[in-house]
């Protein structure tokens, strides 16, 4: 079986079990956890902040940010394509009685100008205070696309000038630290939150880290209680992370390499209309009509082989390469392609 619908199904390896075995513990809502301690100690410096907290998940780490961020009434102005406001599963609204502005761009992507046009003028009290902005890196629904830290500059200046918070979604922020090349520390200029994930690319079966100035993580305690999110020996998660850290980042470059040679592979069929220009570990095919998906389905299936076929929209699936997906599972499936007559 070969199963690409995301990089979050893959499974702790052995060395990872055993470091989460050994973990010194203790209760995390006394704060007695030595290995959080640590993992988020790690984060933060990692990215340059003050201060990281762990999360059981993305989800509730975003949702943390923007109530911190907001009060009910506020705008969140974001990309059209963000997990934020399609993935989870209309908690902004629920959390933090905040609504979206969305902006369109090029695969998940916007610009300065762009959210510069998109604020609104603080004494039109017609419309939402605009508070937060939030972006996501990589972009999900945008193909696993990297944001230029050149543009992190602009934004994060449009954003001093008018007051508006700025919230990085990282749930793939490693793939793009290995595309880029970029000095992590350098984040920690830009953004006041920022959420990674350590259940993705890193391969934990838990796991998520919210990161930021004091300013803000100092409430986050609070929030992440209220959202139930206060939990007890969660060192034996945390020691996965610290694992994660040190030995899963460099070899992402692996699953970029196998996701473009698949993107290859698939780029002459008849049945794609378009591929996204891959750049780190998410293939979205556009095919030439949504009828050709169910003969997919059929085809890929039969071969025990699974993609994402339906998050992404009728005409498009998604192919997320990972830690679990290897060498020879990449040369069958590379063959799979190649046979399909659909
Ligand atoms: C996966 C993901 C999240 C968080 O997901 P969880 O399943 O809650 O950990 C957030 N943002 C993006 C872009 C994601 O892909």
């Known amino acids: ?22 973990a010194k513990v203790g209760d995390d809502v006394y704060g007695e956890d030595p290995t959080v301690k640590q993992l988020e100690n790690l984060v933060a410096d990692y990215f340059g902040m003050d201060k990281a907290m762990f999360f059981p998940s993305g989800t509730m780490a975003n949702q943390t940010a923007i109530k911190l961020h907001t009060n009910p009434g506020d705008q969140v102005i974001t990309h059209d394509y963000s997990h934020v406001y399609n993935y989870e599963g209309g908690g902004a609204s629920f959390n933090s009685g905040v609504s979206f502005k969305l902006l369109k761009g090029e695969k998940g992507i916007f610009s300065s100008e762009q ?21 996501e890196n990589t972009t999900n629904k ?25 919230h990085m979604d990282g749930a793939r922020i490693w793939n793009s630290l290995i595309v880029k090349n970029d000095d992590p520390k350098l984040y920690g200029k830009f953004f006041d939150t920022m959420s990674v994930c350590l259940s993705k690319g890193l391969g934990c079966p838990i796991g998520s880290v919210l990161v930021g100035s ?26 996965a992370g610290l694992y994660a850290i040190e030995n899963n980042i460099e070899r992402l470059k692996e699953d970029h390499r196998r996701a473009k040679e698949l993107a290859n592979h698939f780029s002459n069929k008849e049945f794609v209309d378009n591929i996204n220009d891959v750049e780190t570990n998410i293939i979205i095919i ?9 003969k997919l389905i059929e085809y890929f299936t039969k071969q025990k082989v ?33 046979n399909c007559m659909v």
């Not at 009728?314 to 040369?331: A, C, D, Q, S």
Request: aromatic share 8%; hydrophobic share 40%.
């Open 142 to 166: 945008g193909g696993g696309s990297c944001w230029n830290v050149n543009d992190f500059d602009k934004i994060n200046k449009v954003c001093n000038k008018n007051n508006l918070g700025l």
């Open 1 to 22: 079986m070969i199963d690409l619908r995301s990089d979050t199904i893959t499974k702790p390896c052995n060395k990872m079990l055993d470091a989460m075995l050994k």
């Open 286 to 294: 556009d095919l030439v009509n949504s009828s050709k998906k169910k």
């Open 115 to 135: 959210l510069l046009d998109a604020i609104n003028p603080k004494e039109f009290y017609h419309a939402p205070l605009s508070k937060l902005v939030s972006l």
């Open 214 to 239: 004091e300013e803000f993580l100092n409430n986050a305690l609070r929030i992440r209680k209220i959202l139930g999110g206060a939990m007890r020996q969660v060192g034996y998660l945390a020691a």
């Open 306 to 338: 699974f993609f994402d076929w339906h998050s992404m929209g009728p005409k498009k699936i998604r192919l997320v390469t990972h830690l679990n997906y290897i060498e020879n599972n990449h040369k069958n499936l590379l063959e799979i392609v190649d």
